[in-house]
């Protein structure tokens, strides 16, 4: 049975090759632009090397202070006491603005105020990466360095190439050794093998590559890096004390980290109360980190939800049109073929039956669409890996695309498939049998 | 084998209302070969959707084989065509995206049968009509007696105990309407189905065992 409705699924596209075409452009189209997503959105938060632990880590990226200013506004009442008018004064506070100013953490409130969090499994910080230019072969390469913290490389776990990772005694001995991703490698040497115990120097120092690792997938201020280095070999301009150049990042229980980093941010004292009264340190997930860039909202929780939103608006937006269409040309290729579900009807056939056999061949349609949307996709994803066209985004394909591609593409032959299906399963027989003669 | 009691059909729109049939009492035998009669208009299509359960009465009472059929849910109904029932239309009714032999198969489909036993009981049926040679053709391929011939195999697959027939040879020249004729005669004769067939052709009605003639919803004859 399932064989019969097949091989007439396919005999219905090749008979009617225009609209076969119609549909499995637009259907092929949309997935592919489906899978597009699925694949950034995999490459971004996908819980795989660096970011294993991304469930479990809690990133503070930046501090806030904040001067808020109020005026009082009177307000005159008269109101009548005794038979005499009486003025009555109140005040308004209302804020009149505020002045804000956000940076990067000082290492000396992350090491003296928020290193001791009891929930922590683990607690580090990296500085944000500093940039130098190096010449080699007469073409300026762009590094950026950044200093990490011990435990680093356990929080957010580099899949290493080649070499080694940082370790204690590098941090210790304030050892001139690096650690650089395979991007860099390539640009540096043309290759990712052989490079540990090559030098390369900048910040007028020699510095030994000691490992490769590759270069994470997602770009954002967590991975704005390609040279890691000790933080023992960091300076920081001493001039302020809250804003620095770092971010902390902690691994362990999300919500008891977020509570612990708040409650610890209290003990961060005011050092000059004439020019801010208020701290704020917003301790945030890795995707609260992310929709935080987009300025939603200043709690990143709030903020996340937003983006969330927005995102599933557009998704269901972009689904529904097309499959608004879609919808509407089935219809109209069931209605045409309303006589033959009459005669199967007539011999026997329950509404069951037809609503199955509709559903099965849009599935099918939808599944030949999904596999050239797949393909369009692929071509795509490799295009703009190869190209650098985003930024030098990285697009992923992993099982889980693969996964929530023929997810994405089932859902989509379902939702366009079973109204008509329903509305042509429920039509009277003698009626269908009249419509269009076959 | 069928009973008709005082059966009534009225088509109502939201303007007019048409009675289609009006008081019909038949009553047919099994291995019965009865033809209906009547100009265009008089419900001869109805009465044959409604003993064929594709179309339910106003009101009046069928029943077949000792049910009433008006007890029947719409899965029994599609059970009960799919295993008793045998239909024949005049405009043939083939399904063009179908092999002829997948077109025969059609009413096994809907019953529980491998399907070598579905391929080996359609090719049965297509050489009792003399198409075994035409298996694999589409029917946009076929004459207008070949798709007749090939909607009587469909309609005699599974061996069904009554069969309608609603003008079979309406569109058809005379030498191909005699040889549907002659297969629904010998299928009359050899298996005993009964068969209830609307005409145009006194001819062929006469060739029948009983003519009932309607005239304007109601019983004539
Ligand atoms: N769905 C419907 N709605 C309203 N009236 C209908 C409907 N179907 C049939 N009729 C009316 O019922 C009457 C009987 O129709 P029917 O099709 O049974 O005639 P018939 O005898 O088969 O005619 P013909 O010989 O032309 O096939 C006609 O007057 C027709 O207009
Ligand atoms: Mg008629």
């Known amino acids: 049975m399932i064989l019969n409705y097949f091989k007439l699924a396919l005999r219905v596209m090749l008979r009617r090759k225009f609209f076969t075409f119609i549909s499995l452009f637009g259907i092929s189209f949309t997935l592919m632009v489906l899978m597009l997503i699925v694949s950034y959105l995999n490459s971004q938060f996908a819980a795989t090397q660096p970011l294993s632990n991304v469930k479990e880590l809690v990133i503070v990226p930046n501090i806030k202070l904040r001067k808020e200013y109020f005026d009082s506004i009177p307000k005159y009442d008269t109101t009548i006491v005794n038979g005499l008018t009486k003025i009555d004064t109140t005040y308004d506070v209302k804020s009149a603005g505020q002045s804000n100013s956000i940076s990067d953490l000082s290492r000396r409130v992350i090491e003296d105020y928020l290193f001791k969090l009891s929930s922590t499994k683990l607690v580090s910080f990296a500085s944000r990466g500093n940039n130098f230019d190096l010449y080699r072969n007469n073409q300026k390469v762009s590094i950026s360095v950044s200093y990490i913290g011990p435990n680093y490389f356990d929080i957010l776990d580099y899949k290493i190439l080649e070499g080694r990772l940082l370790d204690e005694n590098d941090n210790k001995q304030s050892k001139h050794n690096i650690v650089i991703t395979s991007k860099l490698a390539i640009k540096l040497f043309g290759k990712t093998e052989n490079v540990v115990g090559q030098s390369i120097d900048f910040d007028n120092q020699d510095f030994k590559i000691v490992g490769v690792v590759e270069t994470p997938k997602p770009k954002n201020r967590l991975f704005n890096q390609n040279v890691f280095a000790s933080e023992s070999l960091y300076e920081e301009g001493a001039d302020n004390f809250y804003f620095g150049n770092c971010i902390l990042i902690a691994k362990g229980p999300v919500d008891l980290i977020k509570k612990d980093v708040l409650f610890a941010a209290t003990k961060i004292p005011f050092q000059d109360p004439e020019k801010y009264n208020e701290l704020i340190v917003n301790p945030m997930t890795y995707k609260e980190m992310f929709a935080s860039d987009f300025d939603f909202s200043e709690d990143p929780t709030k903020a996340y939800n937003i983006l969330k939103y927005i995102l599933i608006g557009i998704l269901a937006f972009f689904i529904l049109l097309p499959l608004l269409n879609l919808v509407n040309l089935n219809v109209s290729r069931i209605m045409d073929r309303s006589s033959e579900i009459g005669v199967r009807k007539a011999f026997g056939a329950t509404d069951n039956h037809i609503l199955y056999q509709y559903i099965f061949e849009n599935v099918i349609q939808t599944l030949l669409g999904g596999a050239i949307g797949l393909i369009m996709a692929l071509m795509a994803i490799y295009y703009i890996n190869t190209s650098g066209l985003l930024n030098e985004m990285e697009l992923s394909v992993s099982p889980t695309f693969f996964f929530y591609s023929l997810l994405a593409t089932l859902f989509f032959g379902l939702l366009s498939g079973v109204m008509p299906a329903y509305i042509i399963s429920k039509s009277h027989i003698v009626t269908s049998l009249k419509s269009k003669q076959l | ?221």
């Open chain 2, 1 to 221: 084998m069928i009973q008709l009691q005082n059966l009534n059909k009225v088509y109502r729109t939201s303007t007019i209302e048409t009675t289609a049939l009006n008081d019909i009492n038949l009553s047919i035998d099994k291995g019965e070969f009865l033809s209906i009669m009547g100009p265009s208009g008089c419900g001869k299509s109805t009465l044959l959707n409604i003993m064929g359960l594709l179309d339910e009465p106003s009101s009046g009472k069928l029943v077949i084989n000792g049910q009433q059929i008006s007890d029947y849910n719409s899965k029994a109904m599609a059970k009960y065509r799919n295993q008793h029932l045998g239909f024949i239309f005049q405009s043939f009714h083939l399904i063009p995206d179908l092999s002829v032999i997948d077109n025969v198969e059609l009413p096994l489909i809907y019953r529980k049968m491998s399907a070598s036993q579905r391929k080996s009981l359609a090719k049965t049926a297509l050489e009792s009509v003399g198409l075994s040679n035409r298996v694999d053709h589409y029917p946009n391929q076929l004459s207008g007696g070949q798709k007749q011939r090939v909607a009587i195999a469909r309609a005699i697959v599974g061996e069904p105990s009554i069969i309608l027939a609603d003008e079979p040879t309406g569109n058809l020249d005379s030498v191909m309407g005699n040889e549907v004729m002659e297969i629904l005669l010998r299928l009359n004769t050899e298996k005993q189905t009964t068969i209830v067939m609307v005409t145009h052709d006194e001819n062929m009605a006469n060739m029948t065992h009983r003519l009932v003639r309607l005239y304007d919803g109601s019983q004539v004859q």
